[in-house]
């Protein structure tokens, strides 16, 4: 077989892929040196790197990478000996791709004598979906030989064995030899390639997928390579070393292979010269030997090339000198933790590593202004979910505290894995072999549990998922200016409490501060703030300032007067909340302890509705006691009478004196806000606040998200009121996101007679 080709055609891609489709060719261009080396006439067809290869949407949520199909086959000789098509994990084995059938139909009409082989070309450093070589024969009958995993010593002498083969012959199916080591390889063969259109289908993914930003970028001239193959370590979710397990056992030591520095100089020099500006290393574990890290390091310094590094690094292996020569030349830190529970990660994961080095490697990183990017996963079998709870607080707290991203995974049992051999032994749901493994990492889990079905699972990331979000967003202000209040409710601390203004120069200070920081959202709140002198100057200073989301909590009763009511939606508010506790004025005002209360509030939500719509946002918040509990379809109903968009249901905390005398059980003000929610579903939204949301069971847009606030002037307590977490907590879905409840001695705290210094604190 001396005239042989080479194949590497457009891939079908879920726009949730993991790996690297855009440099799955490296295998390819691999062999096809390994094949010129040994004196065979190669021609290499490689569908990323022609004229015109690009990123096309295909139907729900796929992408087509590389050249169109027909422009690809066109430039394929019809005159080889021999063809070698690659064949990938983006091509979703066993089952039939449409791209790959239509190659291989494609070679069997216009070479109907020269035998085909289908061939990992396995690299290192792309996961292996290990379906069975009898399965892939089935699905692809046009081949003569299927070859796994690595390639180089097997494919030329599987060449040669097919020298008589006839149409008709049985598959020839071949598990292909690790390489005892990796000196001598010959260089791969980029000069076979157009680098320019690989470089052009490279810029035209990245302005294609619209992501917002990419943690390894790929434009501005990239090119992978590996220096190094395999992994010594034998984590339970890896595939690496796929020619070392049988049906996920180990049959033979897991080992890592390195490429000589000298080899690889050379290799880099070929790189520049080729117009590489920058390389992706897609070693399993770049960083696993210190001497043969550090020449790296010191190669791509001394050929002046940026470097990425997607499949991370071990953090013990990080040290302080690798920062430094990764600063301004690495776009992203990748490391992974996989576990946030020192017990999954040692018993489960069989991960020898101590989570105190990602810690420091997260301070060092941002002292020395590296990006970070640390990987845990949730859904492993054996992990308790207060485990699971533990890895979302680590992985947040390390996010919130060194500014690490931490990204959370579902634990994906990729077939010939220890995970999916532990999966299928303990009988656990297990999605299809024939399914595409991809998104199933970042969307949707693959694998159920004894710990959580697939269904908690997506509950706990999305609870994590919102704490993330409510970190990473600016603060809003929450303002404090007055403790007065002309109203007298039992269950409120703040205005039965000295009647006090707050301080207004801390306020304004705090607002100006916040909206450099990025702010747009304020909520002014008291007290009754419509009593507070500085109410209008502040209102003035925030739209100066570019506050476009402004609440005020208002009881609604000077709102009653038109003027007033004008005067406030001219000052720039945007939404107001006002209390309708009852539905009657004898109701509200056993509550608030002012008989004139409740027409007045009345006749302010309608005032305000009147003359704010359509912009203006109008709630009516109602505190669920013993007394309302019962009535909260009427409230309901006269809120929406008046023109209010929500109704917030109001848990009572412990604050007030007369609290614990009028307030209801949590799950009782859970089950009447999911029965009310759906009574006015379509007419009036519900929401319930003061309330942890496991009250709310699979009712998530009941309750308010995670929001991180600034609260200045409080001379109360309430921004200071202490969250506990109860047993229960420690295994709930929602624990990520919630801060448990008020603690029950909370009582009313001593008064402040100066206002609380600003600090950033999250509540839902």
């Known amino acids: 077989m001396k005239r042989v080709a080479v194949l590497f055609g457009p891939l079908d891609v879920s726009r949730d892929f993991i790996d690297y489709p855009y440099f799955a060719d490296l295998g390819a261009v691999q062999n096809a040196a390994v094949l010129r080396a040994e004196g065979r006439d190669v021609a290499l067809v490689d569908a990323l790197a022609m004229p015109g290869s690009t990123l096309r949407a295909r139907e729900a949520g796929r992408v087509e990478l590389g050249a169109p199909l027909d422009e690809w086959l066109a430039r394929v000789p019809p005159d080889r000996d021999a063809y070698v098509v690659a064949l ?68 030329g002498p599987l060449l040669d064995e097919l020298d008589g083969w006839r149409p008709g012959d049985a598959p020839r199916l071949r598990r292909g030899a690790d390489l005892e080591g990796l000196h001598g390889l010959p260089l791969p063969a980029w000069e076979l390639v157009d680098v320019p259109a690989y470089f052009a289908l490279h810029d035209a993914i990245v302005a294609g997928l619209g992501r917002p930003a990419w943690a390894f970028p790929i434009d501005g001239g990239s090119m992978p390579l590996v220096t190094t193959r395999g992994c010594p370590y034998r984590c339970v979710h890896c595939s690496s070393n796929p020619g070392t397990r049988v049906d996920g056992r180990q049959v033979a030591p897991k080992t890592q292979r390195r490429h000589a520095l000298a080899e690889l100089d050379a290799l880099l020099a070929k790189l520049c010269a080729l117009g590489a500006r920058r390389v992706h290393l897609l070693d399993e574990l770049v960083n696993v030997n210190e001497a043969h890290f550090d020449g790296v390091l010191e190669l791509l310094s001394r050929h002046g090339l940026s470097f990425e590094v997607p499949n991370g690094m071990r953090a013990d292996y990080v040290l302080p000198r690798h920062l430094r020569a990764m600063r301004g030349r690495l776009t992203t830190l990748s490391v992974s933790a996989e576990s946030g529970s020192p017990r999954v990660v040692a018993e489960v994961v069989h991960k020898q590593l101590d989570l105190a080095d990602v810690t420091r490697v997260a301070v060092d990183a941002r002292a020395l202004s590296v990006p970070m990017l640390v990987h845990f996963m949730i859904g492993l079998p054996g992990e308790r979910r207060e485990e699971i709870n533990e890895t979302l607080e680590v992985a947040a707290r390390l996010h919130e505290d060194t500014g690490a991203f931490s990204s959370v995974q579902f634990a994906t049992p990729l077939p010939g894995t220890a995970l999916a051999a532990r999966a299928r032994e303990a009988g656990r749901r297990v999605l299809p072999l024939i399914d595409d493994f ?35 967003a600016a603060p809003a202000v929450r303002a404090w200016l007055t403790h007065r209040c002309n109203n007298r409710c039992s269950f409120c601390l703040v205005g039965t409490g000295p009647q006090l203004d707050g301080d207004e120069r801390a306020v304004l200070a705090t607002l100006r501060a916040a909206r450099r920081g990025g702010a747009r959202r304020l909520e002014v709140t008291g007290g009754e703030p419509t009593l507070a002198p500085s109410l209008f100057a502040l209102l003035a200073e925030a739209r100066r300032l570019g506050y476009d989301d402004v609440t005020l909590r208002t009881n609604g009763r000077r709102a009653s007067y038109e003027p007033f009511a004008r005067r406030l939606l001219d000052a720039g508010v945007t939404r107001v909340i006002v209390p309708l506790h009852g539905a009657d004025a004898e109701t509200h005002a056993w509550h608030v302890g002012v008989d004139e209360a409740f027409e007045q509030a009345r006749l302010g939500l309608s005032t305000l509705a009147r003359l704010g719509a359509p912009s203006l946002e109008l709630d009516v918040a109602c505190a669920v006691t013993r007394r309302t509990v019962g009535a909260l379809r009427e409230v309901a109903e006269l809120a929406r009478s008046l023109g209010a968009t929500a109704l917030r249901l109001e848990a009572l905390a412990s604050f007030g004196p007369s609290t614990s005398s009028v307030a209801v059980e949590p799950s009782s003000v859970g089950a009447r806000a999911i029965e009310l929610a759906d009574a006015m579903h379509g007419r ?68 402040r007679m100066s206002a609380v210094d600003a600090a950033p604190s999250a509540g839902q």
């Open 88 to 155: 990938t994990p983006f091509h979703r084995p066993p089952a039939r791709d449409p791209l790959l059938g239509e190659t291989l139909a494609h070679l069997r009409r216009v070479a109907p004598h020269a035998p085909v082989v289908l061939a990992d070309l396995y690299q290192s450093g792309q996961h292996v979906v290990d379906a069975p070589s009898e399965a892939l024969a089935v699905a692809y009958p046009e081949v003569a030989a299927i070859l796994r995993y690595e390639a180089e010593r097997d494919l």
């Open 438 to 472: 991809g998104p199933h990492f970042q969307r949707s889990p693959s694998l159920e549990t004894e710990g959580a079905t697939l269904e908690e699972l997506v509950a706990f990331r999305a609870a994590y998922d919102e704490r993330v979000r409510a970190a990473d």
């Open 684 to 751: 009036l939204r519900v929401l319930v606040e003061n309330l942890p949301r496991c009250f709310v069971p699979g009712r998530p847009e009941l309750v308010a998200p995670r929001e991180r606030w600034v609260d200045v002037g409080d001379r109360s307590g309430v921004a200071l009121v202490r969250r506990v977490r109860r047993p229960a907590c420690e295994a709930c879905v929602h624990a990520a996101a919630c801060d448990g409840f008020v603690a029950d001695d909370q009582g009313a705290p001593t008064w």
